[in-house]
């Protein structure tokens, strides 16, 4: 199963990123192809805090437009929604500490990678941080 990470689905479409064209064609393949696709809540409304945030986009979407956008995703047969395990944050927390992690930032990704690991996903990202969480399994479309 494929988990995106939240910057890839930003790049894929945010069209001045320089990431756009390869992340968007990732996407949209991801999207169409036959490994399902699990988006987990904390991917699903980053996508939406991140997408309308004028501090980050010159352009934001609208929140609905981002809604559409996430309603879109989940339409398709092959994604669905990925809920967490009911161990999920005891699991992020021993991510975090076992990557001597301060937080911040990281908190986010440890959330992703603890769905990922107990669902037996995969993360696909271009966020190298990922790797600093044990028995997480990445791959990275944009280096391809």
Same mark, same amino acid.
Not at 38 to 41: D, F, N, Q, T, Y
């Given at each position: 199963m494929i988990v995106p990470d939240i910057s890839l689905l +930003?790049? !894929?479409y945010d069209s001045s990123s320089p990431f %756009? !064209?390869?992340? !968007?064609s990732w996407w949209?393949? !991801?999207l169409s192809g036959a490994e399902p696709v699990? +988006?987990? %809540?904390v991917?699903?409304?980053g996508f939406v805090r991140i997408a309308t945030s004028g501090r980050v986009f010159r352009n934001p979407l609208s929140v609905t437009a981002a809604f559409e956008t996430v309603n879109l995703w989940l339409g398709r047969n092959i994604a669905s929604v990925l809920e967490p395990a009911p161990n999920h944050v005891k699991r992020t927390a021993e991510l975090l500490m076992a990557a001597n992690s301060s937080g911040g930032n990281l908190v986010t990704d440890a959330q992703i990678a603890a769905i990922a690991v107990t669902s037996g996903a995969t993360v696909f990202t271009s966020d190298r941080d990922f790797l600093r969480f044990s028995g997480v399994r990445c791959e990275f479309p944009l280096d391809a």
């Open positions: +930003l790049y !894929a %756009h !064209a390869k992340a !968007a949209s393949s !991801a699990g +988006l987990p %809540h991917v699903l409304f």
